[in-house]
């Protein structure tokens, strides 16, 4: 029935309704993972080149009826060590998040006013990291391009909930992987923000998982790189695990 509707709202705008086709074509193409966990590393590079290194786990649960359920753990330096982000997304509405601190030992919700807050530091805000569920942007097809020699279809995504840190998204997505190349991040004045890259897919089974995403803040020259290691797919995971109780566990 949303579909419907989303497609109905499109009327005559051919290049609004191939955009969702795309986008859709995309979603459809990324389910049935059932469940992933993977190792992350994270480097924190300001303007000045300095590094931070942080390393975290991470665990996603996909649902049927509503975005996927996932918790972020870190595991180095000490001062993170066991911080965790719990991340409920949904397809309508704010997503759910909460924050364990180990050194208060208490979770704390995170206000869905502050998902466009920088995610541990890096140029990722809370917002970039969550299953980017259809429903969360409009769409509209601009053209057929290439990135890197690999056909994609460029997109603009305008996020539809007014707390998104973005006024635009332009969404360069490979034909192949049915996932991004690239991604322009526009901030609410509507000047480029952020710059991401997307690296080094691998194929598990008919699912492609990106392993290595640069995302460059055009207007600070910070740059945050996160890389996957150790990914595994068709994970089963239970409700429980991703309760906001389970954090202090």
């Known amino acids: 029935m949303l579909l419907y509707l989303l497609f109905s709202l499109l009327g005559n705008d051919d290049s609004a309704q191939r955009g969702l086709e795309i986008a859709l074509q995309a979603e459809k193409a990324n389910n049935g993972f059932i469940g992933e966990k993977s190792e992350m590393e994270m480097v924190l590079i300001n303007a000045h080149g ?4 942080r390393k975290m786990t991470t665990e996603v649960m996909e649902t049927e009826q509503d975005g996927d359920k996932s918790t972020s753990t870190f595991l180095w330096p000490a001062d993170v060590k066991g911080t965790k982000v719990l991340t409920w997304t949904h397809k309508e509405g704010d997503d759910d998040q909460w924050l364990y601190l180990p050194a208060l030992k208490r979770v704390k919700r995170i206000s869905s006013s502050n998902k466009s807050g920088a995610f541990m530091g ?5 917002e970039d990291l969550g299953s980017q569920e259809v429903e969360k942007y409009t769409y509209r097809f601009v053209e057929e391009t290439e990135v890197s020699g690999r056909k994609t279809w460029l997109l603009e ?13 332009m969404v360069w997505m ?7 190349l690239k991604i322009e991040y526009y901030d ?10 997307f690296q080094d897919y691998t194929q598990y089974d008919q ?3 990106v392993n290595k995403i640069e995302m460059l803040n055009v207007q600070t020259k910070k740059k945050s790189i996160i ?19 389970s954090l202090t566990e």
């Open 174 to 180: 490979d034909q192949q992987y049915f996932n991004p």
């Open 50 to 53: 300095d590094q931070t290194v």
């Open 122 to 126: 890096s140029e990722f805000a809370f």
């Open 207 to 209: 699912l492609w998982r």
């Open 157 to 169: 995504r305008i996020p539809v909930s007014p707390k998104s840190g973005y006024s635009k998204e």
């Open 227 to 245: 890389t996957w290691s150790k990914r595994e797919l068709k994970v089963p995971f239970e409700d429980h695990q991703f309760e906001s109780q």
């Open 188 to 197: 609410r004045k509507g000047e480029l923000l952020k710059v991401a890259t």
